[in-house]
């Protein structure tokens, strides 16, 4: 089994900054893709970023230029270091990942709890 935990979602105002941290534990052989969601209330979950096992990376267009994906292999974590914020990026935010736990098995996606970012104006 694996679980990812979430972790730096709070409130800041407009324009503030903050870091969200997703680390993967268990049985881990290696991890391929990770990305980051969120869902607003009311609304559909939405993918924010990806990034993949490579360091390729892919962002909604509503975040370019002000979120940046990134992990650390070697800590099975990823990151999502947000910034400029604005209300509209309110919300809960969930990473999950692509894990392989041993070498003959294909991936399997799992999913954090999630962490609540709030923006205020």
């Known amino acids: 089994q694996v679980q990812l935990v979430e972790s730096g979602g709070g409130l800041v105002q407009a324009g503030g900054s903050l870091r969200l941290s997703c680390t993967a534990s268990g049985i881990i052989f290696s991890i391929n893709g990770m990305g980051w969601y969120r869902q607003a209330p009311g609304k559909q979950r939405e993918l924010v970023a990806l990034i993949t096992s490579g360091g390729s990376t892919n962002y909604a267009d509503s975040v370019k230029g002000r979120f940046t994906i990134s992990r650390d292999g070697t800590k099975n974590t990823g990151y999502l270091q947000m910034n400029s914020l604005k209300p509209e990026d309110t919300g809960v935010y969930y990473c999950?990942?692509?894990?392989?736990?041993?070498?003959?098995?294909?991936?399997?996606?799992?999913w954090g709890q999630g962490t609540q970012v709030t923006v205020s104006s």
């Open positions: 999950n990942a692509d894990v392989r736990s041993r070498s003959y098995q294909s991936g399997y996606t799992y």
